[in-house]
């Protein structure tokens, strides 16, 4: 019996707490649920079997349309070249622009840089050769980031990164890879390293979608024969670098100062102090592509370089999206006509689209098949002795004249958007799949204009300011990343008695004048501006006259003469009355 009081006791515990348990957890709202319990020891709780490989998926994806092109292939536009053996069995370039010789006593290296679309570098550096510049003096740089496979002869035509080392070398051009993959700024960058390393104290660069001409319009002949009154593009380029380090440049804008950069038509030709360019800090590689140059330029300013009054006349640099059907036009060969095809068609020539498309697609086709004979030792042959016996026409002639239509034709067919837009001839090629670093070319070009607007927010972020203008808005050195952001600013503080209001401004107001400060004014007679009159400074230019009836009713006045305002931007409904 004394055994069991101890386990009585113990069974009526264990039955006092469960029922406390269960009323405790019943009041609290506290849920209780007993899992059955495994009676085999030591098995691991296993995950949810996953399904089978190859089976069904949930997820739910899909692709893009599949892309459709319809260009023809691309075309060596040299076929000489792409027959030729050397240089020797190239057309001679125009006496009339033989390149200096000896050469001149200044270095004059040009940069011209090259990531896609071999047809478009080829016809600037020929236009380049052709127009004077010695071949020695030009620097093809590289920036395909496919590292050795261009040098290697990897990579097809079609391919946009293509570029043949071999033709470039028969031209007696310069060419020099870049490590890898570079953006705008950083192969900017490596344009002053490279001067550097070189110890140029100046260099040139230019865009590689350009056909330059010389003016061959002041070419003329004495009873002599001699020429009166020509230079080529190269001698006055020379010129141009020769002033601008005289100190005596009428191209400066401001004498006292050290130059920094001349343009020859905007930076599509440029000149470059290397010093100047080192002393600011080069490019800005945060910025790595458009706003970038304004970047830069306005820094030179803020260091007190001077930039140049407008253009350096040196010869017409046009800017052209497509290539003209055969380089030889520029060698200025006798029997030559000029000409080019549309690839695609600006909007004033819709009506003959489909009649130069089909041209293109014969053009293209007879170009191939000329592509393909040149491997013919007849051909060769043929071409060799062809070489031996080129006549160049002469200078200023109608053929020239010619050219220079079709060049601007060329030009004018970019600029009105044809064949796709300006920047058309970046995507032009499709090909390179199962070639050494083969990248999707729509991706590419998509990731540059994301990679783009990276670009301006980083500038606007750096400087407060989204405009090229930074020096005129009172940006200096020291500036940068230290200012509000200009476009998100609000007037909310009382200005002058008796009446004040603020103007809220519209998102792209700022950005859209050349004059984006705020701009406090008084709106009176004595400003040149009363009742019906108009207040020409505020927000850049923005006229007041139609908002007169709807600033009375906001301002609470019968008159608005001597109302003090500050504003971007004035529309009816955006001020308030500030108390």
Not at 137 to 145: A, F, K, L, R, W
Not at 369 to 395: F, G, H, I, M
Not at 528 to 535: I, K, L, M, T
Request: proline letters at 7%; a negative charge.
């Amino acid at each position: 019996m004394a055994v069991l009081r101890p386990r009585s006791a113990i069974v009526a515990g264990l039955a006092l707490f469960f029922l406390l348990f269960v009323t405790f957890t019943h009041r609290s709202g506290l849920s209780v649920s007993l899992a059955p319990i495994s009676l085999e020891l030591g098995t691991p709780t296993l995950p949810p079997t996953p399904p089978p490989p190859g089976g069904p998926s949930t997820a739910k994806y899909r692709h893009k349309p599949e892309r459709v092109y319809d260009q023809p292939p691309v075309v060596d536009n040299f076929p000489v070249a792409a027959a030729a053996h050397s240089a020797a069995d190239l057309p001679p370039i125009p006496p009339w622009n033989t390149p200096p010789n000896p050469h001149v006593a200044e270095n004059t290296p040009l940069f011209i840089g090259f990531t896609r679309n071999w047809l478009l570098l080829q016809q600037t550096v020929v236009s380049y050769i052709t127009a004077g510049w010695p071949p020695e003096d030009i620097y093809v740089v590289e920036n395909t980031g496919t590292m050795q496979s261009n040098q290697r002869g990897l990579l097809g035509l079609q391919n946009p990164f293509f570029l043949n080392y071999t033709r470039l070398g028969m031209l007696g051009v310069n060419v020099v890879p870049t490590p890898t993959l570079f953006t705008f700024a950083q192969m900017q960058n490596f344009f002053l390293y490279t001067a550097i390393e070189r110890k140029w104290a100046s260099y040139f660069w230019g865009h590689m979608d350009v056909v330059v001409l010389p003016f061959e319009e002041n070419y003329s002949t004495s009873h002599e024969g001699e020429n009166s009154g020509y230079k080529s593009l190269y001698v006055l380029a020379v010129e141009g670098l020769r002033n601008a380090t005289s100190g005596h440049d009428i191209h400066s804008t401001d004498p006292s100062k050290t130059w920094a950069l001349r343009f020859f038509s905007y930076d599509r030709l440029a000149l470059v102090n290397t010093a100047a360019f080192e002393a600011v800090g080069g490019w800005d590689a945060a910025i790595p592509y458009y706003n970038t140059d304004c970047d830069m330029h306005e820094r030179l300013k803020m260091y007190g370089y001077e930039l140049g009054d407008g253009d350096v006349q040196a010869g017409r640099v046009f800017d052209v999206a497509d290539s003209m059907d055969d380089l030889i036009y520029l060698y200025r060969t006798a029997g030559v006509e000029p000409s080019f095809v549309f690839k695609g068609q600006a909007e004033e020539e819709e009506q003959e689209a489909e009649k130069e498309k089909q041209a293109a697609v014969e053009e293209a086709s007879r170009l191939m098949a000329a592509t393909k004979a040149a491997a013919s030792p007849v051909l060769r042959a043929r071409d060799k002795e062809t070489a031996q016996n080129w006549v160049s026409d002469t200078a200023n002639s109608p053929t020239f004249a010619k050219l220079r239509i079709i060049v601007q034709k060329m030009e004018k067919h970019k600029a009105h958007f044809g064949g796709g837009g300006r920047l058309y001839w970046q995507v032009r090629q499709h090909g390179g799949q199962q070639e050494p670093y083969y990248r999707d070319p729509d991706g590419f070009q998509r990731g540059i204009e994301l990679m783009q607007d990276v670009g301006r927010n980083v500038y606007a972020e750096k400087w407060g300011h989204r405009e090229c203008n930074l020096v005129d808005v009172g940006r200096k050195k020291g500036d940068e990343w230290r200012m509000e952001k200009d476009w998100e600013y609000t007037c909310n503080r009382v200005l002058s008695a008796p009446l004040a209001f603020y103007v809220h401004h519209q998102p792209d107001c700022i950005s859209s004048q050349s004059k984006n400060q705020w701009l406090d004014g008084r709106y009176g007679p004595e400003n040149g501006a009363g009742d019906g009159g108009a207040y020409d400074t505020i927000g850049g230019g923005q006229s007041l006259l139609s908002y007169d009836e709807e600033l009375k009713r906001l301002v609470g006045v019968q008159s608005l003469k001597g109302v003090t305002i500050k504003a971007c931007t004035l529309e009816a409904g955006n001020a308030r009355r500030i108390p």
